[in-house]
Antibody, heavy 117, light 111 residues
């Protein structure tokens, strides 16, 4: 059974940093591109970042470019999102998702990030 | 990174059919057969309902179907049921500097 489990969310002050993790199981992690998608309270889904299977290509939404860093460790079946210079508008539930020709056939349950003083 | 355009809400009566549109450009919806649709219930993760414009993953009801014409993709739900009440999002691959784009979401109400 494919499973994606996020962790690392929490309350952080504006300007602070946080590192999210997503641990995968039930499939060959190194064969798939992975993504982070977020959803602000009461808002729609927003694609945040993608990384290809061997980390060859990495993409970021303009809203997070220069502040967020996506990475993966295929030996540990894990995906990470390092978030720096956090702003109030980064407050959201962050989902990791596996992609194929579409963004997400499997999604994690999400982890909540709250940026507030 | 402009979002795809979806109606904010649609509604229908039990047993009826509804269609949700998703309009993009030739750089995304119109240029690739990589449109997908997601159902999201409150407090839950999105669930893939349609991929590659018109394909249904295993386990998804055949009441859900997808199509595309030009720059507009559509999700049709037939035989509406109470359990279909949810938010629906379209997504497409895009040839812009970033690979994926979402629609703004459509709230489905069953009257």
């Amino acid at each position: 059974e494919v499973q994606l489990v996020e962790s690392g969310g929490g309350l952080v002050k504006p300007g602070g940093s946080l590192r999210l993790s997503c641990v995968a199981s039930g499939f060959t992690f190194s064969n798939y591109s992975m993504n982070w998608v977020r959803q602000a309270p009461g808002k729609g889904l927003e694609w945040v970042s993608s990384i290809t299977s061997s980390s060859t290509y990495i993409y970021y939404a303009d809203s997070v470019k220069g502040r967020f860093t996506i990475s993966r460790d295929n030996a540990k079946n894990s995906l990470s999102l390092e978030m720096d210079s956090l702003r109030a508008e980064d407050t959201a539930v962050y989902f990791c998702a596996r992609s194929r020709t579409y963004l997400g056939d499997y999604w994690g349950q999400g982890t909540l990030v709250t940026v507030s003083s | 990174q402009s979002a795809l355009t979806q109606p904010a809400s649609v509604s229908g009566s039990p047993g009826q059919s509804i269609t949700i549109s998703c309009t993009g450009t030739s750089s995304d919806v119109g240029g690739y057969n990589y449109v997908s649709w997601y159902q999201q219930h409150p407090g839950k993760a999105p669930k893939l309902m349609i991929y590659d414009v018109s394909n249904r993953p295993s386990g998804v009801s055949n009441r859900f179907s997808g199509s595309k014409s030009g720059n507009t993709a559509s999700l049709t739900i037939s035989g509406l049921q109470a359990e279909d009440v949810a938010d629906y999002y379209c997504s497409s691959y895009t040839s812009s500097s970033t690979p994926w784009v979402f629609g703004g979401g459509t709230k489905l109400t069953v009257l």
